[in-house]
């Protein structure tokens, strides 16, 4: 399993939009993800557990990423967090 | 069809007329109840799970044949329908004995409440996922899908009303008219209808009579759907509209009444863009110029010099003409983080507009200072405006902020009744006032303007709201204190006739509007504004004034 915490870049936060691409990221990846914020956990492939977190910008979160390519998912995803998509 | 059918009545939204066949919106799927299943939880849940995939299969096949910002709107809904966490709560429900309806429908509402329970963006969006229950539930049971029906021929829409979720699938080339059941003046139907120049008739309750395929003929300018027309009088509603159209397109410069008496036409703007098309629409000035658009969605208030920027933008699209600038009106509707009270249980009550801005004077002082700037470097005549005054003394304090500010016109708008009700007191502290018709109604019925089962209520051709209106009409006059309209009423062409009559001096509206106004008050003096008027506060009831004003109209083309 690749786990790793990083600040979410979305100037409005990982809502409506950026989420949905995020989802996407993940299911198209075939892997199983969890993102944490806090004590919450929740499955990354479902939209309304992501947009349920609630998360705002330069928030932290924890991805991790359990499959046969976990380390690539990883990279993947966390440069898509990493990213302002409401720029 | 029975002969009552013939003819229905509804409220016209602007003048045009339509002919074609109806296809009726469906109606809202009723929630499921809880009853226990009486099948095995294994078939419930391949129901569930067949009418989720079904529904995100139609969702992704109508984004695609939407495109654009729709497609990406429809794929979002598609993915909360096949979300697995909402896959996972179905399947619990179903094993504890639910319907697969009830279990889509519950679990969707807990998401639903998480969603609600964190406010802003989220909490707005929280009503797409009762629209994905519904469209699952509605497959389930075999029923036809919510939402605006496809259609390869135009038609005439019959819906109840429309939600904005509807509005934002609906192609506008293939809709002739839109006819709806409830919702009135102010309902996001006639919103909508007038921004986009679309024939419409709304609260028109025999509709939902109507059946789908039959011809209709749409004629707003009279407020009626008549069911199968014959030649002649299809024939007779075009050759008016054609009329029409052509006094409209004859008419342009400014504002004024068949006697020459001046009525300045202002357009009503929230951002640079819409200053564009108002002054290319040939508004006179902007008589509203909404500033919490700018705001809205920030943390805090943007630095003087960000928002002398935006207001320069939109001054530099009115040399030389008027531009009525309101300050923050923050609150009810639309709150701000750093001026709305959080949990004020009646928000529309509450510490909203100048109130929130006395009780954070610097965003205002900031604010007038970013105006002074902005005005100072433009040739536009730049006016203030504060939202929300309830008292001589709220106006007076805001008058004395503005000019300390070096803003020499410092009005207050009136939709507050007690601010009407005392408008001989007010208006003196003030360099003008404008009638904010569509709060004004809100408060005067205590009917609150975005809620569809008191949308009744929210008529401001009722008597009610115009003896207020009158009674500000003559303070503005023995004062000599310019008196305008903004709101949605000043976009309806007979009532802005009847609002000049009343002691309006300017109106205020969707620059969409000001075309059809400007052909309407054409067509009256002065006097004849004023007994229109008189006949309108005399009525007992909106639809008695409206069919007064309009039988006694001078220059009836359709009769």
């Known amino acids: ?87 | 069809m029975g002969a009552t059918l013939e003819l229905i009545r509804g409220v016209g939204i602007g003048r045009g007329t339509a002919v074609g066949p109806v296809v009726r919106m469906p109606d809202p799927v009723a929630d499921p109840v809880d009853r226990p299943s009486t099948l095995t939880p294994d078939d419930e849940r391949a129901r569930a799970e067949e009418a989720l995939s079904a529904t995100a299969a139609r969702l992704r096949a109508r984004g695609q044949v939407a495109g654009g910002t729709a497609a990406e709107v429809l794929d979002a809904l598609a993915m909360m329908a096949e979300d697995p966490s909402l896959a996972d709560d179905v399947r619990t429900r179903i094993a504890d004995g639910a319907t697969a309806e009830y279990a889509i429908h519950a679990a969707m509402r807990s998401f639903r409440d998480v969603l609600a329970a964190m406010g802003g963006y989220l909490g707005e969006r929280a009503g797409d996922l009762d629209d994905v229950a519904r469209r699952a539930i509605a497959q389930l049971q075999g029923l036809p899908e919510p939402g605006v029906p496809q259609s390869s021929t135009p038609f005439i829409l019959v819906a109840r009303d429309l939600a904005p979720a509807d509005t934002a699938t609906l192609d506008l080339d293939s809709v002739l008219a839109l006819v709806t059941t409830d919702g009135g003046p102010t309902s996001h139907t006639a919103i909508l209808a007038r921004e986009k120049g679309i024939t419409a008739v709304v609260g028109a309750s025999a509709a939902a009579e109507l059946a789908d395929g039959a011809t209709v003929l749409v004629d707003a300018e009279n407020g009626t759907v008549e069911v199968n027309p014959d030649a002649e009088r299809i024939a007779l509603a075009q050759q008016r509209t054609a009329t029409l159209a052509a006094i409209r397109s004859a008419s342009s410069g400014p504002g004024r009444l068949a006697d020459g008496h001046a009525v300045p036409l202002l357009a009503n703007v929230g951002s640079v863009d819409s200053a564009r098309e108002a002054a290319a629409r040939g508004a006179e000035g902007v008589g509203l110029f909404r500033t919490e658009v700018l705001f809205l969605g920030a943390e805090k208030a943007p630095s003087v010099d960000e928002q002398a920027d935006t207001y320069r933008a939109v001054f530099a699209e009115f040399p030389g003409q008027k531009v009525v600038v309101r300050v923050l009106d923050a609150g009810a509707d639309k709150p701000l983080a750093f001026l709305t009270d959080q949990g004020e249980e009646n928000p529309a009550l509450g510490r909203r507009g100048l109130r929130a801005l006395q009780a954070h004077e610097q965003v205002l002082r900031d604010q007038l200072t970013a105006l002074a700037t902005a005005a100072a470097a433009s040739d536009a005549e730049v006016q203030v405006m504060a939202p929300m005054v309830s008292t001589a003394e709220e106006a007076a304090y805001f008058r004395a902020i503005a000019h300390e500010s070096s803003i020499s016109t410092a009005g207050v708008m009136v939709e507050v009744p007690s601010a009407a009700i005392l408008a001989d007191h007010v208006v003196p502290e003030a360099d003008f006032v404008s009638i904010g018709t569509n709060d004004l109604t809100q408060y005067v019925f205590a009917a609150d303007r975005l809620l569809g089962t008191v949308a009744h209520l929210q008529d401001p051709w009722h008597p009610a709201v115009l003896r207020l209106i009158e009674s500000v009409g003559r303070a503005g006059a023995a004062n000599g204190v310019p008196v305008g309209i903004c709101g949605e009423a000043a976009a309806d062409p007979l009532l802005a006739v009847v609002l000049v009559g009343l002691g309006a001096t300017t109106l205020s509206m969707s620059s969409t509007s000001i075309a059809d106004v400007r052909a309407e008050l054409a067509q009256h003096t002065l006097d004849d504004a004023q007994r229109l008027a008189a006949i309108a506060v005399a009525a007992p009831s909106a639809e008695a004034a409206r069919r007064a004003v309009t039988d006694a109209r001078p220059l009836n083309p359709s009769s």
């Open chain 1, 1 to 87: 399993m690749a786990e790793r915490t990083l600040a979410v870049a979305s100037a409005n936060g990982l809502h409506a939009r950026p989420a949905a691409l995020f989802v996407k990221t993940v299911t198209d990846s075939g892997q199983t993800v969890t993102l944490t914020k806090g004590e919450r956990s929740i499955n990354a492939a479902s939209i309304l557990g992501v947009v349920s977190l609630g998360i705002e910008h330069g928030d932290h979160v924890t991805l991790a990423v359990d499959g046969d390519n976990a380390d690539a998912t990883l990279d993947e995803l966390a440069a898509f967090l990493s990213t302002d998509h409401d720029a």
